[in-house]
């Protein structure tokens, strides 16, 4: 049986953080064995936001680093930056005129990114999600792994490929979030929301921090903010990340320390921090072979922005085809 196409994006914001590699992209590696895989640095999404034009080329170079350095394989997959081909637009217009307003009117993705920047509210940032269901849809992916935070984003989706099928004919097959245990990882600082850049450096762990820094971050976290015997959020984020990346036996044992009330959380953090330090060590050593090799990080983007561009450009004719715009 053919493999089916697998697509997932992520932004060049040039850091990749561990609620990225947990909710993400360690199933991005994980799948390569199973599925045809395109990775893409969304770059016209992330401009809907704010960034600097100047170190923009930078980030993008950065951010496909940090994939070959987590373990994403160009012989396997394909990377390629999403502005290269321009069928994405494309479709994403075509996309629009059969996406209806209210149901972009209902992305909380939108309203949240919305109402923390309000002098920057775009026509862009409200199009996001036409834009994604249009990276998906270009290659016919059928799996797609995303944080929890993207899920209504993947509804909408399937939900314009169904007006798409109505409409024009069967076309595109339904499309599967796929989510990882750590879909939801929390800030450090802030465990009501989710780990995010845009936070600020205390609230996230960069897979590029130093042990040190990670330390600091790890031993400073918010654990319980109130006396409810329930288990903080802080604490739960804390036992989640141990979870993912510790031995079950030490999990365990720290999770009836809890459980009896004699958790100390400093030691809990301090394993954390170390568990953390182990796992990121590889990934740091492969990051600084790719930085020195620039020449073949290059040679691996034009190479993956040549092969996405051929399956684009194949599939938008049989697109347009039956929108009876050829
Ligand atoms: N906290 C998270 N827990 C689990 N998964 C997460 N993802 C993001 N944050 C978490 C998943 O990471 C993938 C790449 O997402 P992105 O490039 O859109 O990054 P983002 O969500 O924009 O990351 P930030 O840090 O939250 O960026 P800012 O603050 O700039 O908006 C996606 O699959 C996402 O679900």
Not at 248 to 272: G, V
Request: with cysteine; net charge positive; hydrophobic share 40%.
């Amino acid at each position: 049986m053919a493999k089916k196409i697998l697509l997932s994006g992520i932004q060049p914001s040039g850091k990749i953080h561990l609620g990225n590699y947990l909710g993400t992209l360690k199933n991005w590696v994980d799948m390569q064995s199973k599925h045809s895989c395109l990775y893409s640095v969304v770059d016209l999404h992330a401009i809907t936001g704010n960034y600097d034009p100047k170190k923009y080329q930078e980030d993008i170079f950065n951010t496909v680093v940090n994939l070959l350095a987590i373990g994403i394989n160009p012989k396997k997959s394909i990377i390629f930056v999403q502005s290269s081909v321009k069928e994405h637009t494309e479709l994403c217009w075509l996309f629009n005129s059969i996406t209806p307003i209210a149901e972009l009117e209902r992305m909380t993705q939108f309203k949240d990114k919305a109402s923390k920047n309000k002098q920057n509210i775009n026509v862009g940032l409200f199009n996001y999600p036409v834009l994604q269901a249009a990276d998906i849809l270009l290659y016919r992916a059928e799996v797609v792994p995303v944080g929890e935070d993207q899920l209504q984003h993947l509804e909408l989706t399937n939900t314009i490929l169904r007006k798409f099928n109505n409409k024009f004919g069967n076309t595109f097959n339904e499309i599967k979030p796929i989510l990882s245990k750590g879909a939801r990882i929390m800030s450090l600082a802030d465990p009501a929301s989710k780990m995010s850049k845009s936070l600020g450096s205390k609230h996230y762990i960069a897979l590029s921090d130093s042990p040190e820094e990670i330390k600091k971050k790890i031993m400073s976290a918010v654990t319980d903010t109130s006396e409810s015997k329930e288990m903080s959020a802080g604490v739960k984020n804390l036992f989640t990340l141990l979870e993912l990346l510790a031995d079950k036996k030490i999990y365990n044992k720290y999770l009836n320390e809890y459980n009896n009330k004699s958790l100390k959380y400093s030691e809990l953090k301090s394993e954390l921090a170390d568990v953390i330090i182990n796992l990121l060590k590889p990934i740091q050593e492969k990051r600084e072979y790719w930085l020195q090799n620039r020449k073949k990080v290059n040679k691996i983007i034009l190479n993956g922005n040549k092969k996405a561009r051929l399956i684009a450009q194949k599939n938008i004719i049989d697109i347009k085809q039956k929108m009876g715009l050829l």
